[in-house]
């Protein structure tokens, strides 16, 4: 499984920008899906997650303000992020992790990250 993000940038305040993350390969077992971001200087923290039931979960900082979502098939994991503010700025990264079920033929607990892309938010 690999994945790939892109849709990063330099924006203003309050400005919009959708990030994409491609997912190819033998997305099955694929339960969780989820976005996280590392600013300079800080540890990498998870930004908002969705999971097989479609739950999802946003860190308090984002809430109302971005959303998570995927397609059906698992292939992609979006993130729409609104007004965003300078603090938002950091290199994001999306992450997949396959589930340990037996029903799908799914015997291995493994986590796919991909490479990264830059958010800039300009005050």
């Known amino acids: 499984v690999q994945l790939v993000e892109s849709g990063g940038g330099l924006v203003q305040a309050g400005d919009s920008l959708r990030l994409s993350c491609r997912v190819s390969?033998?997305?099955?077992?694929?339960?969780?899906m989820a976005w996280y971001r590392q600013a300079p200087g800080k540890e990498r923290e998870q930004v908002a997650r969705i999971r097989d039931s479609g739950t999802t979960y946003y860190v308090d900082s984002v809430k109302g303000r971005f959303t998570i979502a995927r397609d059906d098939a698992k292939t992609a994991v979006y993130l729409q992020m609104n007004n965003l503010k300078p603090e938002d700025a950091a290199d994001y990264y999306c992450?997949?992790?396959?589930?340990?079920?037996?029903?799908?033929?799914?015997?291995?607990?493994?986590?796919?990250w991909g490479q990264g892309t830059q958010v800039t938010v300009s005050s």
């Open positions: 992450r997949a992790v396959d589930t340990i079920d037996t029903a799908r033929d799914c015997r291995n607990w493994e986590e796919y």
């Open positions: 390969g033998d997305t099955k077992c694929i339960s969780t």
